[in-house]
């Protein structure tokens, strides 16, 4: 498993302790900086932030839109209109 499929995993079952994790990062980085990058700081920091939220609205419209084996999703309509080359008997 990469790094980056560690933490989606990571920010889809936690996000508030990411967000924390992600704040705490950028009071430091802003601090040890002594405010010179502050802009620069904060706009990683929300962009982090919008990932974070982002893998975890995935997550739960992933697990509810879900479809048991039998169900038709939109693509799965059952007409035959897309096999028109197919000859009929």
């Keep these: 498993m990469s790094m980056m499929d560690k933490l989606k995993?990571?920010?889809s079952k936690s996000p508030d302790k990411v967000?924390?994790?992600i704040d705490?990062?950028?009071?430091?980085a802003d601090e040890k900086t002594s405010g010179k990058y502050h802009d620069k700081i904060s706009k990683g920091s929300e962009q982090a932030r919008n990932f974070v939220d982002k893998q975890?609205?995935?997550?739960?419209?992933?697990q509810e839109g879900q479809q048991s084996p039998g169900?038709?999703?939109?693509?799965?309509?059952?007409d035959?209109?897309?096999?028109g080359d197919q000859p009929r008997q």
Excluded: D, I, R, V
């Design 9 to 11: 995993e990571l920010a």
């Design 19 to 21: 967000k924390q994790g």
């Design 24 to 28: 705490k990062a950028s009071t430091f």
């Design 56 to 62: 975890g609205s995935q997550s739960q419209g992933g």
């Design 71 to 78: 169900q038709q999703g939109p693509n799965q309509s059952g």
């Design 80 to 83: 035959q209109s897309q096999g």
